[in-house]
């Protein structure tokens, strides 16, 4: 079976550094997405590792290491706006599996 | 492009009545997959389809729900007879080759309250 395993709530201060951690354990795995999502709307792409490593786009940062199973998504210089749910989903044959998502509140 | 759409945007109804989402992916998509959200089990895959054909339908609940697509720019959810326990949001999604690296974008939802 497949199982995704992320923090269900994390609190940060606007302005800091915030990383969100996922550990996975599936079948036929190609890769890992982030997605976040805002209250009320659908979910958005934000990154997509498929090799080890630091994968770098402006504030958002993720990082994969597929032999340990675990991920994690680096938000720098964090903005009110960055309040949101984060999900991790594992990428196996052509099919996502979603993690529980991480409710990320950012407090002035 | 307009996006993934999705309609109705809001559906309230009464237990037994059947229910249909509708949904338009992204021109030139071939993948289109129909999710459902709620807070206890978070977002869960219910069926996809590859060229219109129906690959996967591990995730559909129960005999009540059924999905189809016609044609690439169109699909259905129906639910038939509707429970209280169906209340969610549905959301679709379309990618294009669906293989790794290629996202998926998802359309606005439909917020399901099932009475």
């Known amino acids: 079976g497949q199982n995704i395993d992320q923090p269900t709530e994390m609190t940060a201060t606007e302005g800091a550094i915030v990383q969100i951690n996922c550990t996975y354990q599936?079948?036929?795995?190609?890769?890992l997405f982030w997605y976040q999502q805002h209250a009320g709307e659908a979910p958005t792409f934000l990154s997509y590792?498929?090799?080890?490593g630091l994968e770098e786009k402006g504030r958002f940062s993720s990082f994969l290491s597929r032999s340990k199973g675990y991920s994690y998504l680096l938000l720098k210089e964090l903005q009110m706006k960055d309040s949101a749910s984060y999900l991790c989903?594992?990428?196996?044959?052509?099919?996502?599996?979603f993690g529980g998502g991480t409710r990320l509140m950012v407090k002035p | 492009d307009a996006g993934v759409i999705q309609s109705p945007r809001h559906e309230v109804t009464e237990m037994g009545q059947e229910v249909t989402l509708r949904c338009k992916p992204i021109?030139?998509?071939?993948?289109l997959f129909w999710y459902r959200q709620t807070m206890m089990r978070g977002l869960e895959l219910l069926i996809y389809?590859?060229?219109?054909?129906?690959?996967?339908d591990s995730g559909m609940p129960e005999d009540r729900f059924s999905a189809k697509m016609p044609n690439a720019s169109f699909s259905t959810l129906k639910i038939q007879p509707s429970e209280p326990r169906d209340s969610a949001v549905y959301f679709c999604?379309?990618?294009?080759?669906?293989?790794?690296?290629?996202?998926?974008?998802f359309g606005p939802g439909t917020r399901l309250t099932v009475l």
């Open positions: 999604a379309s990618s294009f080759t669906g293989t790794g690296g290629n996202e998926q974008f």
């Open positions: 599936t079948s036929g795995f190609n890769g």
């Open positions: 590792n498929v090799l080890d």
């Open positions: 989903a594992a990428w196996t044959g052509n099919m996502l599996t």
């Open positions: 021109s030139g998509h071939d993948y």
């Open positions: 389809f590859n060229n219109n054909v129906p690959i996967d």
